[in-house]
């Protein structure tokens, strides 16, 4: 019999690092379920969503995508996956933060108008990169010819460009490579300390794993690839968990669902309860051949 003395008193070094990520990735399980069996079916369901709402149903349901990804891979040999959900899910939140905060609804204007605005950016690129090689390149521009020259289309885009981002240093419309305009570090600390800790923290860690260059794999060892993984899992969870509280309060649904924030508090502890149940059976068997 074990006793909650015992218990209290283990070493959850004790377990093996395969059994402490193993409580992380059914972590990662259950606010995938959560989601998928609470909020996204609500979500789908909603009539008539203003511009700011839909803004945010839109960027919750991207996240829910990427943890779902994170379940599918359930191998350490994913690793390098698991950093690039990662990673994806704390821009993610930077996003769905920044649109819930937005008071005066510039920023949400600015997240619908830039995908126009990308899509023109990135179909230009290719049409000039093929008149530079015209004789030389296989690329077939032509859809992005039509689209980049359809009537009025690049004057409609510089109008918004500069409506909503101005000007760069040279008088020419800026064109912003994310809907804010500002790169990770700037959203980021653009939202208090909090966030500013958590991407010093973690930003460039995770992009070791995504980028080209041996920083991400040189000298590691299996254990290592199996903490990162646990690790990234972590804090997947951790985001995704906020991000779902703050959809949930402005769709209201932390109203209407009633158990809502006890659910919450239950998926926090998740990983924590595995590991638990897996002390005791580790305690269990260590006594039985004590």
């Known amino acids: 019999m074990i006793t909650f003395n015992k218990l209290e008193k283990a070493d959850i070094s004790d377990l093996s690092v395969k059994k402490r990520v193993e409580a992380f990735y059914k972590g990662t399980d259950a606010v995938s379920k959560f989601a998928g069996e609470v909020m996204i079916p609500v979500l789908k369901g909603q009539l008539g969503l203003n511009d700011k ?20 891979m359930n191998n350490r040999i994913h690793f390098q996956g698991a950093a690039a959900a990662t990673r994806s899910l704390f821009e993610l939140l930077l996003d769905i933060k920044m649109l819930t905060d937005d008071e005066t609804g510039e920023l949400i204007k600015k997240f619908h108008a830039f995908p126009d605005i990308d899509k023109f950016n990135r179909a230009k690129k290719i049409v000039s990169f093929c008149d530079e090689h015209r004789n030389d390149t296989q690329i077939n521009d032509s859809i992005q010819q039509t689209f980049v020259n359809y009537v009025g289309r690049k004057q409609k885009n510089e109008k918004t460009i500069l409506r909503y981002w101005g000007k760069n240093k040279k008088g020419d419309p800026k064109r912003p490579k994310h809907w804010t305009g500002e790169n990770v570090r700037e959203r980021a600390c653009s939202l208090g300390l909090k966030y500013k800790e958590l991407y010093v923290e973690i930003y460039s860690l995770l992009s070791w794993y995504i ?7 040189v000298g590691l060892k299996e254990k290592d690839i199996e903490i990162c993984f646990g690790y990234c899992h972590g804090l997947a969870q951790r985001m995704f968990i906020e991000a779902t ?15 809502f924030y006890k659910a919450i508090e239950n998926l926090r502890l998740t990983p924590g309860k595995a590991l638990v149940e897996d002390q005791i059976k580790f305690l269990g068997e260590k006594a039985k051949t004590s």
Do not use: F
Not at 211 to 217: K, V
Not at 245 to 251: G, H, L, P, R, T
């Open 53 to 72: 709402e839909r803004a945010i149903v839109d960027t919750y349901c991207r996240m829910y995508a990427w943890v779902r990804s994170m379940i599918a």
């Open 245 to 259: 509280v703050i959809c949930a309060k402005e769709m209201k649904l932390d109203i209407a669902v009633e158990w």
């Open 211 to 217: 980028h080209s260059g041996s920083t991400g794999y």
